[in-house]
């Protein structure tokens, strides 16, 4: 059932380059704390979002400082992964009718026994993402490992019934981790509750540095013309991503700028069966307009060509309007980009200082912001220089490896 992605080791070192020495420091000494500890992580997708491009990362940096850390992945046919796009969705507030059918109900805890029957049992710690997997941990109940529960979502206000219905699951692990405070459900129980927001790799080929003029060329070559000013939008193909705000932003800041273009660069995920007919739907607004592009992983974009468009386009969106962190906001950052996004859940602890100005709550205020940043230069590379220094400060790879394996050492500590 569950499978293991292949993945090597990483260099902690390089980052003694851009951050501090006291981080790295620690980090090194935790690993020779927890030396040998076995450690995995589960999702439910190799490719597609945030947790698989955390992971892709993380896990080899855990291994070079000595962890025995594996990632595997849940298998699922598209009627489990329809359901826990529903739970999903559910955990951000969508209601889930579904939820209440029996049936259900039993498929999802049965694709869960399936999983954890299959599970390897040797490894010291699990740590289960999101909702998918959730009940792996009921289902391992001769488990003397210790079980951590990390949620991506901004899980503030959960639908009830179907927060009620995955609670009791998520109340048998050993703690659980919320990218913020906010995001904690009120009732749930549970020994350890801790907040830690996500991280990039400053290294991978989504991060790495490439020469501007790299960058222009790949763009060019995929039919942008570099003599007029690029906007774009990088997520999975998802309501929450809000892509038609993002298009009719576009479409009124076009009334001021001329020749504005908009790429809309998409991702589809094993777990995330509705990303198809959101592509349609955003493939015909295109077929209306030369100007606007649609992309995605099916069609050529992979890291490097989203790296290229992170640093070329002039500004980047991101409408969300409800959103875990964001990494795509990170990302961008990292890369002296300025960004526009939604005030929505995670993307303010990052657009803080004066990026806060360029957090918008409507498709006008998008808009407005478009067209008085691409007015502007001197103050796109200013604000492109501060999402840098915060980044560089808060959200890479390092950060999160010292606050996850702090919390690992103080439970099995214990
Ligand atoms: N991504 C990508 N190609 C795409 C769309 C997204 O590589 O066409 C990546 C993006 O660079 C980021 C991740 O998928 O690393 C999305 O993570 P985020 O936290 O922004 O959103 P999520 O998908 O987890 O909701």
């Known amino acids: 059932m569950l499978y293991k992605i292949s993945l090597g080791t990483s260099d902690i070192n390089k980052y003694r380059l851009i951050q501090s020495r006291e981080l790295i420091d620690e980090v090194v000494s935790l690993g020779k704390d927890l030396k040998g500890l076995r450690l995995c992580h589960i999702n439910s997708t190799p490719f597609g979002g945030g947790v698989a491009e955390l992971l892709v990362s993380y896990i080899p940096l855990l291994r070079v400082l000595g962890i025995e850390a594996d990632w595997q992945v849940i298998r699922g046919d598209r009627h489990f992964f329809t359901i826990t796009k529903g739970l999903h969705n559910a955990l951000q507030g969508a209601p889930l009718e579904e939820i209440k059918k029996q049936s259900v109900r039993r498929r999802y805890l049965s ?14 710690v699990f740590i289960v993402n999101d909702p998918q997997p959730a009940a792996l941990r009921h289902y391992s109940p001769e488990s003397k490992a210790k079980w951590i529960w990390r949620c991506h979502v901004d899980s503030s206000q959960p639908d009830a019934t179907v927060w009620n219905f995955l609670r009791p699951y998520i109340q048998e692990y050993d703690a659980a981790v919320f990218t913020t405070k906010k995001f904690v459900p009120k009732n749930l129980r549970l020994g350890k509750i801790t907040t830690m927001t996500p991280a990039i790799c400053a290294f991978s080929s989504k991060n790495m540095f490439i020469k501007k003029y790299v960058c222009r060329e790949m763009l060019e070559n995929l039919g942008f013309d570099h003599n007029r000013f690029l906007v774009t939008q990088v997520s999975r193909f998802d309501r929450w991503k809000d892509p038609f705000g993002t298009i009719s932003a576009y479409r009124l800041a076009k009334k001021e700028i001329p020749g504005l273009q908009l790429a809309m660069i998409g991702s589809f995920a094993q777990d995330d069966p509705e990303g198809w007919d959101m592509y349609a739907d955003i493939q015909a607004e295109a077929n209306k307009d030369d100007d606007m592009f649609i992309y995605s992983n099916l069609t050529g ?60 709550n409507s498709v006008e205020e998008c808009a407005e912001k478009i067209v008085h940043l691409l007015r502007d230069p001197a103050l796109c590379q200013r604000l492109g220089e501060e999402g840098k220094e915060i980044v560089t400060r808060e959200f890479l790879m390092p950060r999160l490896v010292r606050d996850e394996l702090r919390l690992i050492k103080s439970l099995v500590n214990k």
């Open 111 to 124: 694709n869960n026994l399936s999983n954890a029957r299959e599970l390897d049992p040797n490894y010291d």
């Open 301 to 360: 974009i992979g890291n490097m060509e989203v790296n290229a468009f992170q640093r070329a386009s002039d500004v980047i969106i991101q409408k969300s309007i409800r959103e875990g962190f964001g990494l795509v906001v990170a990302e961008a950052l990292w890369k002296e980009t300025p960004v526009i996004a939604g005030n929505a859940g995670g993307i303010p602890l990052q657009m803080t200082g004066n990026l806060s100005n360029y957090l918008v």
